[in-house]
Every structure is written in C-alpha cells, then in structure tokens.
C-alpha cells in the first residue's frame, strides 16, 4: 500500500485538540459575558424543566399538544447543553482548548439535537394544523400511537445521518492553525480547517440543510398558511385578534429559528463570514431556547393556570 510522505510540521492530521476561540476578541467583557450566559442557562433549565415537570404531572396537560410540548422543552434542554456548558467553562477558565474527540462530540449532538428541534417543530405545527382545521378528526388522527411514531421518528432519524456527517468531517486531515473561531465545533469553522478540498462536504451540508431544515420549515408555513385562512373565517373579530396574536408570535420563533440557521449554513463559507456566522448561532443556540417556553406557553390558559398549581403545592 502506497503512504504519502507528510510535509513537516505542517500536517497536522494527527491533531489532537483544537483552540475555541469563542469571544477572546472581547477580553474586557468576559466576566459580563460569562454572567450573561450564565443566567440564559439557568433561565433555559428551570423554564424548560418547569414545562417538562407540569405537562407530566397536571391531569389538563394530557393532549396531544402537550406531549409535544414535553418533548420539545427536553430537547431545548439537550440542545443548549451540548454548547452552553463548554462556552462557559472558556469563558470562566480563559482555557479555550477541546479535543479532537471531545470537539466531535459536540458537533455530533449539536447537530443531532438541532435536526430533531426542525422535525419537531414541523410535528408541532401539523398537530395545530389538524387540531383548528380538522377539529373533528383530531382525535383519531392524533391518537396516542400516532403521536408517539411521531416523536420517535423525529428524535431518530436525524441520528444515523448526524453521525455519518461528523465522521467524514473529521476524518478530514487538517493542517495550519487550530484555532475555530466560533464558540463551539460547528461544521463551517471546523472545514475551514480540513487541508484538502471541502467541495464535497460542503455540497453534503447543502443537502443536510435542505432536508433538515428547508423542508421542514417550508411545511410549518403551509400548516401556517392553512390555518390563517380558517381563522380568516371565524366571526369574532376578538376570537380573530386572539388567534392571529397566538399564530403570529410562533411563526416569528418559526422564523427566526429557522431563517438564521438556513442563512448560516448556506452563507458561502469564507474568513470574513465568520463574525456573522458566531452571532446568527447564538440566535439558533441560545436565544430561541429562552425565549420558546414564554412563547409557547406562559401564553397559555392551560399552562399558567399549571403552574399556579404547581407553585401553590
């Protein structure tokens, strides 16, 4: 079998760390930053688990929509964590380095967990799609074996693909500095690190883009779409302002989610687009997950009347 010779000193294939840089631009506002997101976190967790806490709990919080909203409150848990905790610890510890291992972990479960928040939200969408337009049928159609498939299907599928992706990034041989300047491994900083052409890996995240994410949201703004025009038909005026008021703020959520992941992702991946590309993560990442529980629940009758309740015990 034929090796190729490695230049000296410049191979670094058998890179075992790499430096994440995250906000060392910024070096009088890393104790603010750190505060800052430190807060977000605790925010994250305890808002998330409050709602995960009372829809298994409370008798109301059975139907369908809340056993989505269970899962969905875990997973933002999941998802936060995967990157949250890291940037932390850099920013308390001013040590930015991660492994190679460690560094491909993150990106695998980052990755894995933001697939199923796309799917999910598209599951989540069809389930007030079916629930205000076929209001007759929802029972049956919704049903709890259905309902489950649903959120099974939307935690696994995106797992075997995720791994796969990960894999054929870092087997990348990578070389020059090791420094991602991004505040976790993601795939775009990670390539601009690979010593070869990433022309093929690049064209595999268009696609994983497109099905991941492009599709799923093209599907949140028919259900959307669909259900505007029914409640375009209600009599009530007041009933009409209530539920665009309702529709309104998830499909900004919708939007923003999903709008600066696709942008992201599908930015041509150049030096000068790495600022930009660190601050629409931190939109997807971090700031949609607090803002989601207020969004999609303290608006709620259901849920609030939940947590006094919960509180009152």
Request: glycine share 4%.
């Amino acid at each position: 079998m034929h090796h190729q010779e490695k230049p000296p000193e410049d191979n670094l294939t058998e890179l075992m760390e790499f430096v994440l840089l995250g906000f060392a631009d910024m070096p009088h506002l890393q104790w603010f930053l750190f505060g800052l997101f430190l807060i977000i976190y605790i925010i994250i967790l305890m808002s998330n688990g409050t709602i995960f806490l009372m829809t298994k709990m409370d008798p109301a919080l059975q139907s369908p929509m809340y056993f989505f909203l269970a899962n969905f409150s875990f997973l933002e848990i999941c998802y936060v964590s995967a990157t949250l905790p890291k940037m932390l610890m850099n920013l308390g510890t001013q040590r930015r380095r991660i492994s190679l291992v460690a560094c491909a972990t993150q990106m695998c479960f980052a990755l894995m967990f933001g697939g199923t928040e796309c799917l999910l939200l598209a599951v989540m969408a069809y389930d007030r799609y079916v629930a205000i337009c076929k209001p007759l049928h929802y029972p049956l159609v919704m049903n709890h074996r259905v309902c489950s498939q649903l959120v099974t299907g939307s935690w696994t599928i995106g797992i075997p693909i995720m791994i796969g992706q990960t894999y054929q990034i870092f087997s990348l041989p990578f070389c020059g500095a090791k420094q991602i300047n991004h505040f976790f491994c993601d795939i775009l900083p990670i390539l601009r690190l690979a010593c070869e052409d990433t022309f093929v890996n690049e064209m595999l995240v268009y696609i994983l883009v497109v099905s991941f994410a492009m599709v799923p949201f093209l599907l949140i703004l028919g259900s959307y779409g669909k259900i505007i025009s029914i409640i375009l038909k209600l009599p009530s005026a007041t009933s009409r302002a209530k539920a665009f008021s309702t529709c309104s703020s998830h499909l900004m959520v919708v939007v923003v989610f999903f709008g600066s992941g696709i942008i992201t992702y599908l930015r041509h991946n150049t030096r000068h687009s790495e600022g930009t590309h660190k601050v629409l993560s931190l939109f997807y990442t971090i700031l949609i997950p607090m803002i989601n529980p207020m969004i999609y629940s303290l608006r709620n009758k259901d849920v609030i009347m939940a947590l006094r309740k919960l509180l009152c015990k």
